[in-house]
């Protein structure tokens, strides 16, 4: 395993009380492996990625459980440490590429930094490799694009500058937060291209994070769906697109309207709207938006329990 | 596909090729004033009860067309009609008996919201500006119409910041239709909000153009919420119009090569394993309109181009009944053309 992560909570103290922002996340990852991880905003697909990465920076966070990188636990790594690691091997990338590049600097220029950074090679070697990863994401002129300042990129430049920026180090684990989330679809699906590719030739196990079922289901080998800070449905992606358990998972693929075929009159939509994690409804957190809901759900909060394709459901538990 | 051929047929609105220009820089920047062609060449009808989607990627031009069509934005080209009656130039003064009828929706809806009005005041106002109505019958109009888009009638004395990004978006179309308009122009409605909530205000939106005979134009980035709502397509490449037609004929057979491209792009939940649609990936980026390309302004990145699209600019082309391509080369598929002819 690349990662193996265990009963992860993630609270913060705020003036309005406690959020428990991630309760109870576990899962693991194999090498060269995607996992696609699903939700709406606030689901906590962020704040549990941070915590992986060891970027939770707020004082008024609290972290428990344990998350384990290549049998080493990193909760309770000196920051030093984690910075080692992130330099090295694991790389990520997030929806505004400009989280990771500066403004004042070419392009070029940063990705032979990055490089030199963690290798000791001349900075004309190092800026022959980065002509070699520019083209790797395919920038139709790599030479010329070095010599280019993020603003004079387009989104989708950027973005693919940021992979450039994540490939240089031969990651051995890329984490990506919405990475095509502000992309036109024509963009997205070169950007999906170059995931996979990096996968098949870097061996680079991926975390992906999208809100995207239609992302998820072409990229990912497994998927995780969260809500309200839980994990509702996990399995592979055959498992749960062909045969969906949780009635959230089942009501979110059901909303999204088809792209080809007839059309339905109506969209089944999800009542309501996702909680605030400040005033979660007792019992099951999808309980007051489930059409399937009954006694059990209003008191106790369903497991995942311990099955490749799981759900947090009592209706599925039971059946 | 209504019976009442004459309503439904009849234009509500109509552009004839129309063009917006921005100017941008000034005369002393480096490279001195430029003009950037955001809408160009545009012919476009809109028919009563109708929805038409506008797709393309970003900074093709759909806001800004949009902006055009309720006259947000003057007009630098061309022609704007409403009902058959020219309102290119039409003064302030000359477009407020107008303004009512053509209201616009966005998509940020905390943006467009006072965050220190109380969300019944902020629906109210509209009716204040433009109605005659005796303050009791505001109230009563904005209970209606609070009932009408799913807000409860308590919900008036809260303030936007209460409210989740779907209930706000909820206020924004409750502003919109409180004048009864005939058109709506949405733009992006519903692209802030979460899948789970899209869908509630797509249907919304479904019930109030039944409901009360709105026609809409409707912009999304999300293509199969636009083939959802929309009953008719048009696709913009850098400015113009490269394809139009039926909303599902378009989605099901593209006739023009970037259509093709940007359906093909759209990720789908595949639920039969291996069951791969042929996915078109687009070399290079869209080209900025600040210089676009010659010919056709898609021919730095088509897969088919030719020497002659280098050169000449393809007209838009009425092929068939409502279904018109601005290509040398469309992809015309032989199924569903008409038996014969
Ligand atoms: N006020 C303005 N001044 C100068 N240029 C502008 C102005 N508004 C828009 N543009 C330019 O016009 C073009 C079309 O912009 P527009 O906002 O209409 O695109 P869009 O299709 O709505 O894009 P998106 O999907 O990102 O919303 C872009 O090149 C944009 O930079
Ligand atoms: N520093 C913080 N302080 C308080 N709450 C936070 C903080 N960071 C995130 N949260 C809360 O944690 C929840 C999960 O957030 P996030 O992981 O960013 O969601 P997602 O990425 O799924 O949209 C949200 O309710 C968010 O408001
Ligand atoms: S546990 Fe109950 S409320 Fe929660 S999803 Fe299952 S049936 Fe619905
Ligand atoms: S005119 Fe030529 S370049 Fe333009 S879309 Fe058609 S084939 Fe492609
Ligand atoms: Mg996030
Ligand atoms: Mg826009």
Known sequence: MILSVRDLKVSFRTDDGPVR??????????????????????????????????????????????????GRELVGLPARELRRLRGNEIAMIFQDPMTALTPVYTIGWQIAEQIRAHRNISKSKAMERVEELLAEVNFPNPHEAMSRYPHQLSGGMRQRAVIAMALSCNPALLVADEPTTALDVTVQAGILDLVRKLRATHKSAVVFITHDMGVVSELADRVMVMYAGRIVERGSRTELFSDPQHPYTRALLGSIPPLTGAKPRRLPAIPGSPPSLLRLPQGCAFGPRCPVRYEPCLTGKPDLGAATHAAACFRVAQA | MSGEMTDTDRPILETRSLGKRFSIGTRFSAEGRRTVHAVD???????????????????????????????????????????????????????????????????????????????????AEPLRIHGKLSSREISARVAELFDLVGLQPDHVMRYPHEFSGGQRQRVG????????????????????????????????????????????????????????????????????????????????????????????????????PGGTRKRIILTGDVPSPLNPPSGCRFHPRC???????????????????????????????????????
């Open chain 2, 41 to 123: 060449n545009v012919s476009l009808t809109v028919r009563r009860g109708e929805t038409v989607g506008l797709v393309g990627e970003s900074g093709c031009g759909k806001s800004t067309l949009a902006r055009c069509l309720v006259r947000l934005y003057d007009i630098s080209d061309g022609q704007l009609l409403f009902e058959g009656d020219d309102i290119t130039s039409k003064s302030l003064s000359e477009l407020r008996p107008l303004r009512r009828r053509l209201q616009m929706v966005f998509q940020d809806p905390s943006a467009s919201l006072n965050p220190r009005r109380r969300v019944g005041d902020l629906v």
């Open chain 1, 21 to 70: 922002a991630i309760d109870g996340v576990s899962f693991d990852l194999a090498e060269s492996e995607i996992l696609g991880v699903v939700g709406e905003s606030g689901s906590g697909k962020t704040v549990s990625l941070l915590a992986v990465m060891g970027l939770i920076t707020d004082p008024n966070a609290i972290i428990e459980g344990s998350i384990r990188y290549k």
């Open chain 2, 303 to 341: 897969p088919i181009a030719a020497e002659r699209c280098r050169t000449e600019r393809p007209e838009v082309v009425e092929y068939r009944p409502g279904r018109k391509v601005a290509c040398h080369f469309p992809t015309i598929s032989p199924a569903i053309l008409p038996a014969h002819g």
């Open chain 2, 173 to 272: 179309i409750a502003r919109a239709i409180a004048l009864n308009p005939d058109l709506v122009v949405l733009d992006e409605p519903v692209s802030a909000l979460d899948v789970s909530v899209q869908a509630q205000i797509v249907n919304l939106l479904a019930d109030l153009q039944e409901k009360l005979n709105l026609t809409y134009v409707f912009i999304a980035h999300d293509l199969s919420v636009v083939r959802q709502v929309s009953t008719r397509i048009a696709v913009m490449y850098l400015g113009s119009i490269v394809e139009e037609g039926p909303a599902e004929e378009v989605f099901a057979s593209p006739a023009h090569p970037y259509s093709q491209a940007l359906i093909s792009a759209v990720p789908v939940v595949e639920t039969t």
